[in-house]
Every structure is written in structure tokens, then in C-alpha cells.
């Protein structure tokens, strides 16, 4: 018995029905994902805008540690305890394995937060919030955050960097 020569250009034929139904369903609904993160980032209120300046891993790390002098009113876990007045600029730090200082904040007011890291990429993350941005050394990102809800809320860090990472675990306070 000969199974013969397998024809030559087996791949070289019209699609099929339904080969074309999906192809068309997937291109569309690629289409579709594609306008819709966009359409999201300006309609959604999940997603804050925000911009990025450069800035060095010292420069940073004293501006947090003057803020912190200037409006700390408390200790906790070790971390200061700061409550920055309405309107101002705002301090986290990320580092291995903490978000320092923990923030007493107003709920309604606005604040201009940066957010930066000194050793490496951390992943700061509002729970139960789910708020997230990326941070990296840097790089301050700038946000206008105002609260909008009172209450006690958890900073983890969801980028993974180092074994002590499941420990970066961070506070703020909102009332
Ligand atoms: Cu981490």
C-alpha cells in the first residue's frame, strides 16, 4: 500500500465558510477592543490621567523626607503618620518593602499626589478600590486625586520585587 505524495500546495485553497465567519468576527472584534481602550481612558472613571516627570531616586527621596517633617503628626507600624493640608502636594515612596509615609487625608479635597519608587518597579494599589498605577524609579508621576470615600484603605504593591514583596502593605486614612 502507497499513501502517495501529499499534494503540494494542501495550504493554497479558497477559505472556508466558517474559516471566513471567525476571521471576520476576530478582525472586528480586534477593531472594536481597539477604539474602546481609548473611548474608556477618557469616558471610565477608572483609569485617573496623570503625567510623568523625570526625577532622580535622591531628589525624590528628599522631597518625601521633607514632607514628612513638615506635616508629620503621628507614628505607626514604624512609618510616619502625615496629614498634609487641602490643596498640597503629597508624598508615597516606594521602596523595598514598604509605601512610606501613611496618609491622613480629607475626603472631598484635592491633593496632588506623587508617587515614585527609589530602588525599583512597585505596583501601588488602592484596596478595596482597586485603584492601580505603576510606579518606577525615576519617574514622578503626578496625579490630582481627591477622595471620595471615607474610610481606612490598603496600599499593596502588585508588581513583584523581592521576597519581601507579599509584606509591602501600606495605609491610608480618609475622613
Ligand atoms: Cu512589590
Known amino acids: 500500500m502507497s499513501l502517495g505524495s501529499?499534494?503540494?500546495?494542501?495550504?493554497?485553497?479558497?477559505?472556508?465558510?466558517?474559516?471566513?465567519?471567525?476571521?471576520?468576527?476576530?478582525?472586528?472584534w480586534a477593531i472594536?477592543?481597539?477604539?474602546?481602550?481609548?473611548?474608556?481612558?477618557?469616558?471610565?472613571?477608572?483609569n485617573p490621567s496623570q503625567e510623568y516627570t523625570k526625577v532622580s531616586g535622591d531628589k525624590f527621596d528628599a522631597a518625601v523626607d521633607k514632607f514628612i517633617a513638615q506635616y508629620k503628626v503621628g507614628e505607626e507600624k514604624g512609618l510616619a503618620v502625615v496629614a498634609p493640608p487641602p490643596n498640597s502636594d503629597i508624598f508615597i515612596r516606594g521602596q523595598q518593602f514598604k509605601w512610606d509615609p501613611i496618609l491622613k487625608l480629607k475626603k472631598g479635597v484635592q491633593y496632588k499626589l506623587h508617587l515614585s519608587s527609589i530602588d525599583m518597579n512597585h505596583g501601588f494599589s488602592v484596596q478595596p478600590v482597586n485603584f492601580t498605577i505603576q510606579v518606577v524609579p525615576g519617574y514622578d508621576n503626578v496625579l490630582n486625586i481627591t477622595p471620595t470615600t471615607s474610610g481606612v484603605?490598603?496600599?499593596?504593591?502588585?508588581?513583584?520585587?523581592?521576597?519581601?514583596?507579599?509584606?509591602?502593605?501600606?495605609?491610608?486614612?480618609?475622613?
Open 6 to 28: 501529499p499534494e503540494k500546495y494542501w495550504w493554497d485553497e479558497p477559505l472556508d465558510k466558517d474559516e471566513k465567519t471567525w476571521v471576520t468576527v476576530a478582525i472586528v
Open 32 to 46: 472594536f477592543l481597539t477604539l474602546y481602550m481609548p473611548y474608556k481612558h477618557f469616558t471610565g472613571k477608572q
Open 153 to 175: 484603605f490598603t496600599i499593596i504593591c502588585n508588581e513583584y520585587c523581592g521576597l519581601g514583596h507579599h509584606t509591602m502593605v501600606g495605609r491610608m486614612y480618609v475622613d
